[in-house]
């Protein structure tokens, strides 16, 4: 991104070696100055806090689809989407040097790691035990310490936290990738040639809502990519909507859209337009 200047602060999933830290260095380069931090709300508390310029959050995964708690923060944040990352994911099984398999007695890593590799793990270690991390680093940082501890993190994690490879490319899917977004408060990006653009749409419990909520795209020939519903915590029942569209909300057809959805007085919020993330 071309308006981000070298000395802006990107907040991300820490501690160093986690695919976070991996994506952030793809898209903002390996000299970005960087906050590492304990868990995904941080990433949103420092931005909204102006700790922290940018930040960048995991938003779903090829295999085990989107990580939620990404998408309860934006319905609680006032933080836009301003770019994409997309980064292929090879989990390796680590140990402290010297471990052998037959004495692992339980495996650590971040929840969605452990969900990307389950049948592998199911096959390889049935009956140990299976202990989630905040993050894939602290995972690695935790088998460090521990002889009879293996985690699951990348090829980066064991060289950072001396740690042996027992088993690489242990995901279940092996064109397994997630996509991460870039927050920001106010850096909004201008139409290119190839945009998506994110929203909330928020429907109260009653017949017809959600399809009030989705007719305006049809009839304005706008392309949904992705539709993702989350209890609003507002009153039972009740649901927001994650929508990812083809285009930029400046684009006559979505702004047409748009038009329509206040109609059916829809609450919304546009999370922001930004280009599509290469592979």
Request: with cysteine.
């Amino acid at each position: 991104m071309s308006n981000i200047l070298p000395s802006a602060r990107v907040a991300y999933l820490g501690p160093e070696g986690t695919y976070s830290h991996a994506a952030l260095e793809k898209y903002f380069g390996s000299q970005q100055p960087c906050l590492a931090v304990d868990d995904i709300p941080s990433v949103f508390n420092a931005v909204d806090s102006d700790q922290a310029d940018f930040g960048l959050v995991p938003v779903e995964n090829s295999s085990e689809g989107s990580v939620t708690q990404t998408l309860d923060c934006f319905g609680a944040s006032d933080a836009i989407i301003c770019g994409e990352v997309m980064l292929r994911i090879q989990h390796c099984l680590l140990a402290r040097p010297g471990t052998l398999a037959e004495n692992i007695k339980r495996v650590v890593s971040h929840q969605q790691s452990l969900g990307q590799c389950r049948y592998w793990l199911e096959e390889n270690y049935p009956g140990v035990e299976k202990v989630s991390a905040l993050s894939n680093a602290e995972a690695a940082i935790q088998a460090s310490r521990m002889q009879d501890t293996a985690a699951i993190a990348g090829k980066t994690a064991a060289e950072i936290y001396g740690l042996s490879i027992l088993n690489e490319n242990i995901e279940d899917v092996h064109d397994n990738t997630t996509r991460f977004a870039i927050i920001s408060k106010n850096n909004a990006q201008a139409p290119s040639r190839r945009d998506k653009s994110s929203l909330i749409i928020s429907t109260r419990n009653e017949p017809g809502a959600l399809f009030n909520a989705l007719e305006p795209f049809k009839n304005h020939a706008v392309n949904l990519i992705k539709l993702e519903s989350r209890p609003s915590r507002k009153e039972a029942w009740s649901y927001s909507f994650f929508v990812d569209i083809e285009g930029h909300h400046e684009d006559a057809n979505i702004r047409a859209a748009f038009e329509e959805l206040s109609g059916h007085s829809l609450e919304f919020r546009v999370l922001g337009s930004y280009p599509v993330a290469s592979p």
